[in-house]
Nanobody
């Protein structure tokens, strides 16, 4: 059974930084694409960033480009989301997803069935 455990969320002031981690167990890791999503109250869950299994190709939502960086460590079975210059609009529950579909032609990631429990990120103004 696949388990995803997120950590690293918290309360930070605008302009601050956080690094989220997602540890994966019960699944192969190096052959999987992975993504970070977020969901704010009253909003739909949206893709923030995704990384191909190789770790070479990445996708970012326009709202976070230049501020967020996704990376994966195959030796630790962990995917990271480094966030800087945080804004109040980044406040949401952030979820890790593993094993989704990578569409190279359209530059899209479609979520797989395995999700973490979420970690809260709150950015104060």
């Amino acid at each position: 059974q696949v388990q995803l455990t997120e950590s690293g969320g918290g309360l930070v002031q605008a302009g601050g930084s956080l690094r989220l981690s997602c540890a994966v167990s019960g699944s192969t890791f190096s052959d999987k694409a992975m993504g970070w999503y977020r969901q704010a109250p009253g909003s739909q869950r949206e893709l923030v960033a995704a990384i191909r299994s190789s770790g070479i190709s990445t996708i970012y939502a326009d709202s976070v480009k230049g501020r967020f960086t996704i990376s994966k460590d195959n030796a630790k079975n962990t995917v990271y989301l480094r966030m800087r210059d945080l804004e109040p609009e980044d406040t949401a529950v952030y979820y890790c997803n593993v094993g989704g579909t990578w569409d190279s032609f359209r530059g899209r990631y479609s979520a797989g069935p395995s999700w973490g429990q979420g970690t809260q990120v709150t950015v104060s103004s």
